[in-house]
C-alpha cells in the first residue's frame, strides 16, 4: 500500500512499468491464442487425415486401354446383362476384411458406383417398358434396386465421385461437334488384377 502524501512516497510502479508490463501480458495471450490455433489445426487435420479411406489400400497397376462400345452392360436387365454385371465383382462379393487398414467388413467405393450405375440401368428399362406398354407405375410395387428414392441417391453418389476423381483424358471434338468417348485411348487400372486382390482378401484360391 503506498499513499500519494506519506513521506518519501513513490510509486510501486512506474509509468514505462506498466508499458512494459502491458506488452508483456500482450505477447503472452498472443503466444497462448497461437498455440491453441496451431494445436487445433494439428487436431483437425489429424482427425481428417484418419478419417479418409488409403487410396492405395488396394495396389494396382496401369495399362493403356482404348474404349469400345459395349452394348450388354446397357441392355435391358436379363440373365445374360445381369451375369454380365455381376462379373464385374470379385467372386464371393465385393465386401472384404484387411487389416489394419480394413479390420471391419468394408467394400471399394468402385463397387458402389458399379452397383449404382446397375441400379439405374434397372430404373430406366422399368419406366422405358411401363411407357411403351402404357402402364402406370405405382412407387411401392417398384423394386428398391430401381426405386426413385435409390435411382437419386445413386445420381448424386455418382456426381460426387466423378468431381472427386476425374478422368482427365482428352476428347477431340468429331465432325458432329461432339464426343462420343468411344476410340479414346485412358490410362486404366488394371481391373483384373485389383479383383484378384480382393478375391485373395476373402480366401478365394
Known amino acids: 500500500m503506498f499513499s500519494s502524501t506519506s513521506p518519501g512516497y513513490e510509486p510501486l510502479f512506474h509509468a514505462k512499468d506498466a508499458a512494459s508490463s502491458s506488452i508483456t501480458r500482450r505477447i503472452l495471450h498472443l503466444c497462448i491464442c497461437t498455440f491453441i490455433y496451431v494445436s487445433s489445426l494439428y487436431l483437425a487435420f489429424s482427425a481428417g487425415k484418419s478419417a ?29 446383362t445381369n451375369a454380365a454385371w455381376h462379373e464385374l465383382y470379385p467372386r464371393r462379393g465385393t465386401f472384404f476384411t484387411h487389416a489394419p487398414e480394413a479390420p471391419q467388413r468394408s467394400t471399394l467405393s468402385v463397387f458402389h458406383q458399379i452397383h449404382c450405375l446397375d441400379g439405374i440401368r434397372h430404373a430406366y428399362w422399368q419406366s422405358m417398358n411401363a411407357a411403351l406398354e402404357g402402364k402406370k407405375l405405382h412407387e411401392k410395387d417398384i423394386p428398391m434396386m430401381s426405386s426413385p428414392s435409390h435411382v437419386r ?29 468411344f476410340g479414346t485411348t485412358h490410362k486404366c487400372v488394371d481391373w483384373s488384377k485389383m479383383i484378384r486382390k480382393i478375391e485373395e482378401w476373402n480366401g478365394v484360391q
Open 52 to 80: 479418409v479411406s488409403d487410396p492405395n489400400l488396394v495396389q494396382v497397376s496401369y495399362s493403356s486401354k482404348t474404349l469400345h462400345y459395349n452394348r450388354t452392360f446397357a441392355n435391358p436387365p436379363d440373365n445374360q
Open 153 to 181: 441417391h445413386c445420381i448424386d453418389l455418382l456426381r460426387q465421385s466423378l468431381m472427386c476423381n476425374p478422368d482427365r483424358t482428352v476428347e477431340v471434338k468429331d465432325d458432329k461437334g461432339g464426343v462420343l468417348g
